[in-house]
């Protein structure tokens, strides 16, 4: 605990008070954060690019490098004990290995720290397009971490940082929550009806006859309207 107080990892659930309980064991209050667990946040995010995934993988193998080191030390953790924030950081929520979980269902498959933050990166990695050029030097620096020491995560960060700059995670909102209909427009009856209908198909020549365009309309109405003038004139003279 007193490792974790004073890292204030970025990546990593911090540690925001210790103190002792009644029975004086020592309770850990953990700082309370909000975000998606990594499978359902790559459910959401579909088929990541290249960019993507390293923007969700680097930190985590820096936290892996940092532990492999000694430099940090981490509890135990499942895949899922990673956090996808609304910004699209990953953060570690790991557990002490001996903590007591009281009524808490037991957790199971779950892997020192730094094993499970390889695991979340197989994950990540297992997603994207296997066209993609850089995939089987990804997945064959994986196999090699999983497996190697601290020296074979380091040739993992250098692969995963070769392959592209980090880009940020696009989140989709569900379509059927947040997708806001507008409602149907009023539809006009009586006068107005006939007005817009008349404007918008055009103005309809007797019963069951053809419909013509308000401008040629007009334009009749323009030409009787001169050769009754016309006619007018003419009479007046005669």
């Excluded at 002792?20 to 690019?49: C, F, N």
């Excluded at 995939?135 to 592209?164: F, I, N, P």
């Excluded at 401008?215 to 003038?229: D, Y």
């Amino acid at each position: 605990m007193a490792d974790r107080c004073a890292a204030e990892p970025q990546h990593c659930v911090r540690v925001t008070a210790v103190g002792r309980s009644a029975a004086g064991r020592l309770v850990v209050q953990t700082e309370q954060l909000a975000g998606t667990p990594l499978p359902d946040a790559l459910d959401r995010i579909g088929v990541p690019t290249v960019g993507v995934a390293v923007t969700l993988t680097l930190p985590l193998l820096e936290l892996a490098v940092d532990a492999g080191a000694g430099a940090l030390l981490l509890g135990d953790a499942r895949a899922d004990d990673v956090l996808v924030d609304d910004a699209g950081a990953p953060v570690l929520v790991d557990h002490p290995p001996d903590a007591d979980p009281g009524s808490a269902p037991a957790r199971t498959s779950e892997s020192p720290g730094a094993v499970a933050l390889l695991h979340a990166v197989r994950l990540v990695w297992e997603r994207v397009d296997p066209r993609e050029p850089c995939r089987a030097a990804v997945d064959d620096a994986v196999t090699g971490a999983l497996g190697g020491a601290v020296e074979d995560v380091r040739r993992l960060v250098a692969v995963v940082q070769a392959t592209s700059p980090p880009r940020p995670v696009r989140w989709e909102p569900p379509a059927d929550v947040y997708t806001v209909v507008a409602p149907p427009a009023p539809v006009p009856t009586g006068h107005l009806a006939l007005v817009r209908d008349a404007l918008e198909r055009g103005v309809r020549l007797g019963v069951g006859g053809v419909r013509v365009s308000p401008r040629m309309v007009l334009v009749g109405v323009v030409v009787a309207a001169g050769l009754v003038a016309a006619g007018v004139l003419g009479l007046q003279g005669a």
